[in-house]
């Protein structure tokens, strides 16, 4: 599956964003998916995560209350991250990923990324 991930840009502390990233090549419903993040000069973390009935959710500690993670299980094709309250410590390049088993994505090794969204917290 192909994924390519949109909707990142410049955000005041304490504003909202939504990430989407749209599946092809195959239909997201076949795949858990998630979202990751990568901070300048720091590994890629991960974020938030979704089984592929849409029933389970993860998220990192850190963006719990925050961010919720969605999936349009009509189409097949879309995967959300809204995000708010945001922090400048939450700035960082975006990244959607799949996977067959929601325990891939769920502990970072997911086979197929998206590319990255930036998105930046700042006054």
């Known amino acids: 599956v192909q994924l390519q991930a949109s909707g990142g840009g410049l955000v005041q502390p304490g504003g909202s964003l939504r990430l989407s990233c749209a599946a092809a090549g195959g239909t997201s419903k076949m795949y858990a998916m998630g979202w990751f993040r990568q901070a300048p000069g720091k590994e890629r973390q991960f974020v938030a995560s979704?089984?592929?009935?849409?029933?389970?959710?993860?998220y990192a500690d850190s963006v719990k209350g925050r961010f919720t993670i969605s999936r349009d299980n009509a189409t097949n094709t879309m995967l959300y991250l809204q995000m708010n309250s945001l922090k400048p410590e939450d700035t960082a390049v975006y990244y959607c990923a799949a996977d067959r088993t929601y325990l891939a994505v769920r502990t970072g090794t997911p086979s197929s990324w998206g590319q990255g969204t930036l998105v930046t917290v700042s006054s």
């Open positions: 979704i089984s592929l009935s849409g029933t389970i959710t993860g």
